[in-house]
T-cell receptor
């Protein structure tokens, strides 16, 4: 029973490029959460999605960031026109339902050069 | 607003010493959850414990123990007889009513256990 899968594990982008981070939740989990960990910081909530719906995006930066969780396929966190300040570890977590706790993926480490 | 404070940023101990990691939280919710996670040098997040705000019993799991004190809004974590493999960053986190998934994390505390 595979856990939460994230890919790529490491991603390097030049300033101005786009970054796409993928998350496949655990089997049977339909709730996906994205968190960002800036260097030397704790994790900060970004967005909560269910299949085809964004439930809570209160932690998402207003510009350049978007997230989706389509009916088929993984959840995608997309960062357009990346800047150096986007360099961070991005963690995805999934849950089978609300109140059931989170399982975190291994994270994607984004480096913007 | 919810807030988690881990006042210690870094602790270094020698193997077999006991170490306590402090966590103080703020919330207006009457029902909430408290968590501890471990992040080893490899970077993944390892879940350690989840505690409901109504359950103030202390918990022990092997060398790990947790002391939840609602009166002081603290949820401290003690490692007894520390080992080198305990070296990691430890995060305390809080979530509020409506679910236990939207977590507010502390800044983390880096523990180094030296042989």
């Amino acid at each position: 029973n595979a856990g939460v899968m994230q890919n790529p594990r490491h991603l390097v982008r030049r300033r101005g490029q786009e970054a796409r981070l993928r998350c496949s939740p655990m089997k049977g989990h339909s709730h996906v959460y994205w968190y960002r960990q800036l260097p030397e910081e704790g994790l900060k909530f970004m967005v909560y999605l269910q299949k085809e719906n964004i439930i809570d995006e209160s932690g998402m930066p207003k510009e350049r960031f978007s997230a989706e969780f389509p009916k088929e396929g993984p959840s995608i966190l997309r960062i357009q026109q990346v800047v150096r300040g986007d360099s961070a570890a991005y963690f995805c977590a999934s849950s089978p339902d609300r109140g059931r706790g989170l399982t975190f993926g291994p994270g994607t480490r984004l480096t913007v050069t | 607003a919810q807030k988690v404070t881990q006042a210690q940023t870094e602790i270094s101990v020698v193997e077999k010493e006991d170490v306590t990691l402090d966590c103080v939280y703020e919330t207006r919710d009457t029902t909430y959850y408290l968590f501890w996670y471990k992040q080893p040098p490899s970077g993944e997040l390892v879940f350690l414990i989840r505690r409901n705000s109504f359950d103030e019993q202390n918990e022990i799991s092997g060398r790990y123990s947790w002391n939840f004190q609602k009166s002081t809004s603290s949820f401290n974590f003690t490692i007894t007889a520390s080992q080198v493999v305990d070296s990691a960053v430890y995060f305390c986190a809080l979530s509020g009513q409506g679910g236990s998934e939207k977590l507010v994390f502390g800044k983390g505390m880096k523990l180094t256990v030296n042989p």
